[in-house]
């Protein structure tokens, strides 16, 4: 139970606390970053070494290693985050308390912080304010009791929220796996706001993260709040599994173009089509279908190949890809720069001038 007393609230600075919120807060970057080159150091272990007793023990080791220092962020941050609100909590409180002080002792009492009393000046006895006096007095040694009440109670939650994200001095922050990120956690979050994401995000671990980017990459790229460094990641995912796709689709159309063309041009497109009634009429529309999709993914082919060499591109400014869906004409949200650290964000949609 805090100890905190009415001078110590008066005399109390923000900030110590705001440092080491700063310093908390460095080393949950530093750890969130050792986290994510730990894991994609590491991520294709079982690919590079398959099999045997000692790539068994690698790969559990470095599951382990992945899980604790994965786990290790989360606690960083929250007791950064503590000392933040605490160093906010507390000067509004002090602030509170030197305002009450202030007009005590403009109306002529004399206020004692050391002690913490509050006494009226023998005047105000006086002229049958006896009564008058003692709940002006009251109302405002309560006011300040209430206050330092409220500062104690501060100390004592962050007290606990410091010491419950503290290690276990035998195991650290262990190696327990967190559960992994599903579908439906990414799709609740379509509703909710930019900041609200983004805390949520922020609220994962590492291996989460990364998890969360390699198996539904569509739905995190299109998460406003996730930051742009991830949305990035994760499109681009889907951009090679699109460009994938879509290469494999139109060699497949290509391929049975040329098959009935060389069918035709030998006389055997009824081979092609024995249960037709008229062989060349159903040669004819498929033929026109397949020149359809043809264009169209010729079309999709070279805007996703485009958008991969600009990304690619060394001679211009970094690009991020935010958003990309092949659907109707396609589209896609290319950022150049990086918005989350940008001073300004211009947007610009071709071909609405």
Request: net charge negative; hydrophobic share 40%; no cysteine.
């Amino acid at each position: 139970m805090s100890a905190l007393s009415l001078a110590q609230l008066l005399a109390s600075e923000a900030a110590p606390w705001h440092a080491a919120a700063d310093a908390w807060h460095r080393l949950a970057t530093g750890i969130d970053d050792a986290a994510e080159i730990l894991i994609r150091g590491t991520r294709d272990l079982p690919h590079a070494w398959p099999s045997g007793d000692a790539s068994a023990a690698a790969q559990q080791r470095a599951s382990d290693l992945r899980a604790e220092v994965s786990n290790t962020y989360p606690p960083a941050r929250r007791i950064g985050d503590a000392l933040d609100h605490h160093a906010y909590a507390v000067t509004s409180l002090r602030e509170q308390a030197t305002q009450v002080v202030a007009t005590a002792r403009q109306a002529g009492y004399t206020v004692d912080v050391q002690a913490g009393t509050i006494t009226a000046p023998a005047s105000a006895y006086m002229g049958g304010n006896l009564d008058h006096t003692a709940r002006a007095t009251a109302a405002y040694a309560n006011e300040l009791r209430e206050i330092v009440e409220r500062a104690r109670a501060l100390d004592d939650q962050t007290t606990n929220l410091i010491g419950v994200n503290l290690p276990d001095p035998s195991i650290g922050f262990g190696t327990t796996q967190l559960a992994g990120i599903t579908a439906d956690d990414l799709t609740a979050q379509r509703s909710r706001s930019p900041e609200q994401i983004h805390d949520w995000w922020t609220s994962l671990t590492p291996q989460q993260q990364e998890q969360a980017i390699a198996d539904f990459p569509a739905l995190v790229g299109g998460l406003d709040g996730v930051p742009a460094d991830d949305r990035d990641t994760a499109n681009r995912i889907v951009l090679a599994r699109d460009q994938a796709a879509t290469d494999q689709q139109l060699t497949t159309v290509n391929n049975r173009i040329a098959y009935l063309h060389d069918m035709f041009e030998q006389g055997r497109i009824t081979e092609v089509y024995p249960d037709a009634t008229d062989a060349r009429t159903a040669y004819d529309i498929e033929l026109m279908n397949l020149d359809e999709q043809q264009e169209h993914l010729q079309g999709q082919a070279r805007g996703l190949h485009t958008i991969t060499d600009r990304l690619a591109s060394t001679d211009q400014p970094r690009a991020y890809l935010l958003g990309l869906s092949t659907a109707d004409d396609g589209r896609a949200i290319l950022a150049v720069g990086n918005p989350d650290t940008a001073d300004n964000v211009v947007t610009y949609v071709p071909g609405t001038g």
